[in-house]
């Protein structure tokens, strides 16, 4: 079949297929006159064309919106020419419309390129096509929450899409020149095993895939890739390079370790549980023998403060491996009044134990209640994550100070504070946590509290830490915040809404004789 000599034409049906009008370049190239074509039926004017037209185009097509493409060829090497079939079905009308155009990609793919050159349409079809593609293509590439790749053995790359400025916005040039770049960036403890998952998985060009960390500049910031390539194998299976992409999984990541420290704490919740129970009754016994001989015991009898501290001490054990299983609880407590400096208080019996014993520890707690209504376990967790960092940075004769404030709404809040000033929006409790230690370097005050932060060791710190009280703060409506010189010692706020102004709790009197309970059953616990 010749090519036709339109650029785009129409013809109307009737409802039974049958030509009512047809353009004259359409009546050209089949040879025949606009009036001779009336009356005739399209499906069998096409079939005497061209028989595979005619397999393509059923007895009824033209009653429903169609598109087609119609090969001018049975010859598969001159497949890549054809016609492009668009019929648009009304009530009692149909409009077909021809235009000349290239096969679908699948049969381009296969068809012979030669004939293209003979026809300028087809070029120029061709040429809008490819633009169209690779204009999409870039679309992808710019939008795909990744980062596209091509990289050779020595490590440099070849091609990287641009994402990757937003990883090594002043370095990622230099990648394409320098390989020990890349393997720099992954950490010293993931780098092995990525050397050994190429090395193991580049034999064969099939997909792979790994997950490493990489430390993100100008802070050293910690973040997980999902790295997944192919190896660019030839004929002769020489490995060259990679084609791959880089996916930042941090999130997923921050995910599975919220699973894994959940399955942690229930393993370690039924351990503990079953320990202190054995532990707790050796302690009863202590305590029970200490305080039968004590109550036996003169005044005046030497042994008798020895047996006192004895009787004292097996008591706070009890309580301190109790409140040690409080901090593993499997699911958060509900929330409820708990007055700030009760909890605070009893905290310190840990935060004694982790502070040298060389080093300070003061507080100033007030003597006012300061009801909040919050989670006590995760309160807890918080001024121990705080107390530990507080730790780390001070020397062994350090001081650090824990302090506890009532503020009124609007009362100026965390003095110094890196992202102050504040004014407190509601009526609160400022706690306050200072430490005389070598202070926060200003290279790191933006990332302390992301996940996986950590200027500690892998093996003493996840980076979790202030992540989880910033979460705890926020979820109570609170603010979380630093004041740090270095050198001089760092200081880190925390603000809550009291209980009234909360927006849980609307009755004064109610608050305050829940509070008044609260109070005593604590009392009461600790006698």
């Not at 030509?19 to 050209?28: M, N, P, R, T, V």
Request: proline share 3%.
């Amino acid at each position: 079949m010749k090519s036709p000599n339109f650029e785009n034409c129409q013809i109307g049906l009737d409802e039974n297929g049958e030509i009512l009008k047809a353009s004259e370049a359409f009546a050209f190239w089949v040879g025949k006159s606009s009036d001779d074509l009336i009356g005739l039926k399209f499906r069998t004017l096409m079939s005497s064309l061209d028989e595979r037209w005619g397999a393509e185009l059923h007895n009824k097509f033209h009653l429903e919106d169609k598109e087609c493409f119609l090969p001018l060829s049975s010859d598969d090497q001159d497949s890549s020419l054809g016609i492009y079939l668009n019929c648009s079905c009304y009530s009692k009308l149909s409009v077909v419309s021809l235009s000349c155009a290239l096969a679908p990609h699948e049969s381009l793919k296969k068809a012979f390129m030669g004939d293209l050159m003979n026809d300028p349409r087809a070029l120029a079809n061709t040429l809008i096509r490819l633009q169209k593609a690779e204009s999409r293509l870039a679309d992808y590439v710019s939008n795909f929450p990744g980062i596209f790749f091509t990289q050779r053995l020595d490590m440099t790359f070849s091609y990287l899409s641009k994402g990757i400025r937003n990883v090594f916005p002043t370095e990622y040039h230099e990648l394409s020149r320098n390989g020990g770049l890349f393997l720099n960036k992954i950490l010293e403890q993931d780098r092995e095993l990525f050397q050994h998952e190429l090395n193991s998985n580049s034999k064969k060009k099939e997909t792979f895939s790994l997950s490493y960390r990489i430390r993100i500049p100008p802070n050293d910031q910690i973040s997980y890739l999902l790295d997944i390539r192919t190896p660019i194998i030839t004929k002769t299976k020489k490995l060259l390079g990679y084609d791959g992409v880089f996916i930042d999984v941090t999130r997923q990541a921050i995910a599975e370790h919220r699973l894994s420290n959940s399955v942690w704490r229930e393993g370690l919740a039924t351990l503990t549980n079953g320990l202190v129970h054995d532990f707790s009754n050796l302690m009863a016994g202590i305590y029970s023998i200490s305080e039968l001989y004590h109550g036996m015991m003169k005044k005046d009898d030497p042994m008798a403060n020895g047996m006192g501290q004895i009787k004292k001490s097996s008591m706070q054990a009890q309580k301190l491996v109790r409140r040690i299983i409080d901090l593993h609880r499997e699911k958060a407590a509900q929330r409820s009044i708990h007055d700030l400096r009760l909890l605070l208080r009893d905290q310190m019996d840990l935060i004694g134990i982790i502070i040298p014993r060389s080093a300070k520890i003061q507080n100033d707690f007030g003597s006012e209640p300061i009801p909040a209504f919050i989670e006590e376990t995760g309160f807890r967790q918080v001024i121990l994550n705080l107390a530990i960092n507080a730790r780390d940075a001070i020397s062994k004769t350090g001081k650090i100070r824990i302090s506890a404030r009532r503020v009124k709404k609007g009362e100026s809040i965390m003095k110094g504070a890196s992202k102050g000033p504040y004014l407190a929006n509601v009526n609160g409790a400022e706690i306050s946590l200072t430490d005389n230690g070598k202070g926060i370097p200003e290279n790191i005050s933006k990332k302390l509290f992301e996940p996986f932060f950590t200027t500690k060791e892998s093996s003493i710190g996840s980076g979790f830490g202030l992540y989880n009280s910033k979460l705890f703060i926020e979820d109570h409506n609170g603010k979380i915040d630093f004041a740090s010189m270095p050198g001089q010692g760092s200081t880190f706020y925390l603000f809550l809404p009291l209980v009234e102004d909360d927006g849980l709790v609307r009755n004064k009197k109610r608050v305050r004789r829940a509070t008044k309970e609260f109070v005593k059953a604590r009392k009461k616990t600790a006698q």
